[in-house]
């Protein structure tokens, strides 16, 4: 059974410029939720997909985008990259549009620098 | 505003001890709260999750309890092994909202 897969596992930018990470939900499941993890901090919540809608969204500004796929996968987009971007962005699956009390399966995350 | 805090860094415990880590929460509407564990590269895993109609769920060595008066949660790891040594983080939600995640407990179990 394939978990969370994220893709890339790395990625070094500059400021200003774009970036787009993917992920791939567990298998059988529907909704996928995006979390940026600061050095220190825990996860905070992006924004989440279901049905390939934004369903929620947490307090991050608009330069941060998303989409899902007809096969439930993701991408996250950032535009106009700053230096306080860098962090793991990590993505978590779960099945019925996160509805009451689903867990959420995390991927390993991606790594993003921003220079 | 952070809604749930673990307000220790770090915690050390001799193998085969008991090992405690706390969570405070300061939003009463949050109804879920669930534990992961994360080892460094690797995404958070889930441990164990309670609702808030429980005051204790347990799984093998891991049991979390909550107190809903006192807006606090805790974790139980009996025995502690040296393979638990991880970051913990405790995450709440209200009705399958947004989680919001603790800033973590890193637990290091001594040999």
């Known amino acids: 059974d394939a978990g969370v897969t994220q893709s890339p596992t790395h990625l070094i930018k500059t400021r200003g410029q774009q970036v787009t990470l993917r992920c791939s939900p567990k298998s059988g499941h529907d909704t996928v939720s995006w979390y940026q993890q600061a050095l220190g901090q825990g996860p905070q919540f992006i924004f989440q997909y279901y049905e390939e809608e934004e369903r929620q969204r947490g307090n991050f500004p608009d330069r941060f985008s998303g989409h899902q796929f007809p096969n439930y996968s993701s991408e996250l987009n950032v535009n106009a990259l700053l230096l306080g971007d860098s962090a793991l962005y990590l993505c978590a699956s779960s099945l019925g549009g996160g509805g009451y009390q689903e867990t959420q399966y995390f991927g390993p995350g991606t790594r993003l620098l921003v220079l | 505003d952070q809604q749930v805090k673990q307000n220790s860094p770090s915690l050390s415990v001799q193998e085969g001890r008991i090992s405690i880590l706390n969570c405070d929460y300061t939003?009463?509407?949050?109804?879920?709260f669930l534990w992961y564990k994360k080892y460094p590269a690797e995404g958070p895993t889930f441990l164990i999750s309670?609702?808030?109609?429980?005051d204790k769920n347990e799984d093998g060595r891991f049991t979390v309890f909550l107190n809903k008066s006192a807006k606090h949660l805790s974790l139980h790891i009996v025995p502690s092994q040296p393979g638990d040594s991880a970051v913990y983080f405790c995450?709440?939600?209200?009705?399958?909202?947004?989680?919001?995640f603790g800033t973590g407990t890193s637990l290091t179990v001594i040999p």
């Open positions: 995450a709440a939600s209200e009705a399958g909202n947004q989680f919001y």
């Open positions: 939003n009463s509407m949050f109804d879920y």
């Open positions: 309670i609702s808030s109609i429980k």
